[in-house]
């Protein structure tokens, strides 16, 4: 194999979007390697309460070509930055109850405070960059786009 | 030149279609793409400030020159996660 200074640790990455309940026992199993020393699993459920309104369920829909596409270009960024193992990333698209995993996020490193780190970047920027989008179902009936109030400055890439 | 739009979220929802066709003159920019879209979809007039526009999947500024054959998509800020 050729040497790739960067990404030489980076031994997988599973990026994926799917309209199933999401294993998380599996995607974490998946980071895990015996270099690893540290393996972070971050996990985003359906919340009930959000300033004072209640959520009865949530919709989400992708851009999926494009969101597939920045979630590969996050991981490579974190993997640039620190000694990544593995990574995975799968988000639910579809109709999701109260309680339900939207995302769930697994990265290895040889060492905790990277794995946090990275873990924690990779959350951040996901919220920022790739082109997914939640709808509420609000309690009294209504709904709306969850749509943060941004300027038109597209996000960096 | 032709350039199909495709639309997500609320601005599919606003504009009651999932894609667009705009009719934008040789060198057109995102702003003016901008422009066109939401003459051809004043629903969306509103939202323009914060719809976000990726071109080949990926982000692009209001001055980025459009070319043919190019995959556009327009969107709001992004709430995942």
Known sequence: ??????????????????????????????????????VVLFLGTVREMTQGQRTLALDYEAYPEMAE???????????????????????RLGHLELGEISIALAVSCP????????????????????????KENWADG????????LGNTPPAS | MKISVRLFARARDLAGADSTELNCPEGATIGELKQLLIEQHPALKPMIDSLLIAVDRDFASEDFILTEGVEVACFPPVSGG
Request: proline share 4%; net charge negative; hydrophobic share 45%.
């Open chain 1, 1 to 38: 194999m050729p040497e790739q200074k960067q990404s030489a640790a980076l031994e997988s990455v599973r990026i994926e979007l799917t309209e199933r309940e999401i294993d998380y026992h599996a995607l974490t199993e998946e980071v895990r390697t015996t270099q690893a020393g540290a």
């Open chain 1, 111 to 134: 060492h905790r405070r990277d794995a946090f780190e990275a873990g924690q970047f990779l959350i951040d920027e996901f919220k920022i960059r790739v082109p997914v989008w939640k």
């Open chain 1, 69 to 91: 596409a920045k979630m590969h270009e996050l991981v490579k960024e974190a993997a640039e930055r620190w000694p990544i193992l593995s990574a995975a990333i799968v988000h």
């Open chain 1, 142 to 149: 209504t709904t709306a786009w969850v749509h943060p109030t």
